[in-house]
Nanobody, 123 residues
Framework: DLVESGGGLVEAGGSLRLSCQAS????????MSWHRRVPGKERELLAR????????EYADSVQGRFTISRDNDKNTVYLQMNSLRPEDTAVYYC??????????????????WGQGTQVTISS
């Protein structure tokens, strides 16, 4: 299971840190990723991180504002979100892809998804 937390309501320009804790397996064997979905729109991949955290990748929409990180001792991945904008309002999900190489895969299949946490940014 993956359980997200840390969502909420903040003003534009503010910050939030989302957490995603894995249980029942060791997330250190997984590429972890953060996604978001706005009603009526496609799910958007925001960021992903290799199993040991040496490589990360971001969508253009969040590059320079969001940072993905992980603590394998805590089986947890984080998404630090700064300079938030009203258009960042969405439900945010984490996902896990079994991938033991320390490179990001070209394509991914997601073995686990979290239930999502709502992030709302007021203008």
């Amino acid at each position: 299971d993956l359980v997200e937390s840390g969502g909420g309501l903040v003003e534009a320009g503010g910050s939030l840190r989302l957490s995603c804790q894995a249980s029942g397996y060791s997330s250190s064997n997984y590429v972890m990723s953060w996604h978001r979905r706005v009603p009526g729109k496609e799910r958007e991949l925001l960021a992903r991180i290799t199993r040991l955290g040496s490589r990360t990748e971001y969508a253009d929409s969040v590059q320079g504002r969001f940072t993905i990180s992980r603590d394998n001792d805590k089986n947890t991945v984080y998404l630090q979100m700064n300079s938030l904008r009203p258009e960042d309002t969405a439900v945010y999900y984490c996902a896990a892809t079994l991938w033991t190489l320390e490179v990001l895969p070209v394509t991914q299949r997601y073995e686990y998804w979290g239930q999502g946490t709502q992030v709302t940014i007021s203008s």
